[in-house]
């Protein structure tokens, strides 16, 4: 049977799992502020939709790599 390919969503903002309550206030604000340039700096067929660079910009790669290390 034919089966219908579920209609493609652009990602909403990303929402952090890691528990702030064990973190110092400047990791709290540097996972605030990867969470912004994330949220930011989407990709638009390939194209970044903040700096218009090819997806993934490196803003958006070092914002990954901030939250990859909490």
Do not use: F, N
């Amino acid at each position: 049977m034919y089966q219908q390919e579920a209609p493609q969503r652009k990602p909403g903002p990303m929402r952090s799992t890691v528990s702030t309550e064990y973190l110092s206030p400047e990791m709290t604000r540097l996972l605030s502020i990867a969470q912004r340039e994330l949220d930011r700096h989407t990709s638009d067929h390939g194209t970044c939709t903040c700096c218009h660079r090819h997806w993934p910009c490196p803003t958006a790669c070092l914002a990954a790599s901030t939250l990859d290390g909490l």
